[in-house]
């Protein structure tokens, strides 16, 4: 068995309800989706816990840090009720920042997703006067950078 990392670091991969939460504030109880990382690999997917649960893609974006802006990728066909422990979904396998949305049983739910061989040590940066932006950590191929990024939930997409 691979070893895998859940990533619950507070911007990594916060799982967030689309409701009035701020980012950053855990998601209440009830959360079947977890993001998982192979620490090896560097390949994310996310993963059903818990109770049987339906599950849907709503979004998938990539960040790109050189033009600093979220891109849509094609979200991955998953319709179906799930057990405990099974993948839903293989998110990526190449190095970037991901930004996920799905449905469980129909409430909303989003995580960040950071896919790569190196992940930041620390990301706490000095707060931003803009409230458009979240602190995060941008892989590339052979580093990583914690920098601000534009908000998912406002420009993935756009």
Known sequence: MKAAYILVARVLANVMMLAPIAPGVAAADGVHGAIQRDARSGTVRLIAR?????????????????????????????????????????????????????????????????????????????PSSRSDVIASCIPLPHSARAAYVPDPNIHCGQ
């Open 50 to 126: 818990g109770t049987p649960v339906k599950f849907e893609i709503d979004k998938l974006c990539r960040y790109d840090p050189e033009a600093s802006r979220w891109y849509r990728q094609d979200v991955p066909a998953v319709d179906k009720v799930l057990g405990a422990d099974v993948v839903v979904v293989e998110l990526a396998d190449s190095v970037g920042l991901y930004w996920l949305r799905w449905k469980e049983n129909g409430r909303p739910f989003a995580s960040m997703a950071v896919a790569g061989p190196v992940l930041c040590n620390d990301i706490a940066l000095a």
